[in-house]
């Protein structure tokens, strides 16, 4: 039974993006055009190259803000204030998913690349308010990204994670490497499973695979 291998978890961490909602929410296509909008600035570059470059930012460095940082030494606050700024409107609560996280024994917390008000607000849209003791942000890991160990390192020291007793859900598969590496319990949340040592359990629907674990 997939619950035996979560008996010992007493923390749950979350990501946001594509994994407390489906990607066809379409979150990202909305703010992507204002990632190219901004490197076009920074970097003094046309659109094609500006794409590009956000991509790559976010293949090597981890995300595009930390490429921006990196690479043109730029100040965070502004490009995460103009990136999130996105209508959210569309996004329907889930009862079904706040049922089952209210049924998780322990403490829930969410853990995004992007910002906390930005996260509260989806959370708030996906009527999951109440749900999570805490929720963090790139701005509480010195705007280091998942996957980078040190950003992992930043967030559970300040929350008092036990990784052992703890188990992550994400969506984007390299980010749960270093979760495993911590002794975590790690869950791709993905409509296509990916593959490698460091991913214990996959699933394409996070409220049915909750739903077993209510202790």
């Known amino acids: 039974m997939v619950a035996a291998s979560f008996t010992h978890v007493d923390t749950w961490v979350f990501d946001l993006d594509n994994t407390l909602y489906h990607p ?9 055009p204002k990632m190219t909008a901004f490197v076009m600035r920074v970097a003094g570059v046309d659109r094609k190259r500006a794409d590009f470059l956000r991509e790559e930012y976010w293949r090597v460095h981890g995300s ?3 490429g921006l940082m990196q690479e043109h030494a730029m100040d965070p606050h502004e490009f995460l ?9 569309h996004l329907t609560p889930d009862p079904a998913l706040a049922n089952a996280l209210g049924r998780l024994p322990g403490r829930k917390i969410v853990y ?12 708030t849209a996906r009527g999951l308010s109440g749900q999570f003791d805490a929720v963090y942000g790139v701005e509480h890991a010195d705007f280091k990204p998942k996957p980078q160990a040190a950003a992992f390192a930043k967030v559970f020291d300040h929350d008092g994670i036990t990784p052992t007793k703890s188990a992550m859900f994400e969506d984007e598969a390299r980010n749960l490497a270093v979760p495993h590496t911590l002794g975590m319990r790690t869950v791709h949340v993905h409509d296509t499973p990916a593959t490698g040592a460091h991913i ?5 629907d996070l409220t049915g695979f909750l739903s077993q674990l209510a202790r």
């Open 24 to 32: 066809s929410a379409g979150l990202f296509a909305r703010m992507n």
């Open 64 to 66: 595009t803000l930390a």
């Open 81 to 89: 204030t103009d990136v999130h700024d996105i209508d959210i409107g």
């Open 112 to 123: 995004t690349n992007g910002t906390a008000p930005y996260a509260k607000r989806v959370i």
């Open 200 to 204: 214990h359990h996959h699933t394409n």
